[in-house]
């Protein structure tokens, strides 16, 4: 697991500052584009981009959570209108019989 630090550790920022692999997000060493940031600017970019991390790794674990749950409640709402149906159905096709018969009966 990368080690992330934390937000209490003072970094000091010089010319020549490179961001470190778990900063850079994976990527190999690199140097900053522009010049040194204050504390404050590289929080704030730290915290950006660790919760874009997070955010993407939270809804793939929530999804793979939910998956199992939302699967059952969905076969349970199956079953449920399939009993309606059939119980409507059911109705209907009584009544047409009760209709047809009494057709039947009037001629």
């Known amino acids: ?19 470190a692999d778990g900063l850079a997000g994976g990527q190999p060493l690199q140097r900053l584009a522009r010049p040194a940031a204050s504390a404050d600017e590289l929080s ?18 929530l999804r793979e959570a939910l998956a199992p749950a939302l699967a059952r409640a969905a076969d ?3 079953r449920d209108a399939r009993q309606e149906l059939s119980g409507a159905l059911r109705e209907m096709v009584e009544e047409a019989v009760t209709r047809a018969l009494e057709r039947r009966t009037h001629l």
Request: proline residues 2%; hydrophobic residues 50%; without cysteine.
């Open 76 to 78: 349970g709402l199956i």
């Open 44 to 61: 704030a970019e730290v915290l950006f981009e660790l919760e874009q991390r997070i955010n993407s790794l939270f809804e793939s674990r």
């Open 1 to 19: 697991m990368d080690r992330v630090p934390t937000l209490t550790e003072v970094v000091e920022l010089g010319a020549d500052f490179m961001l």
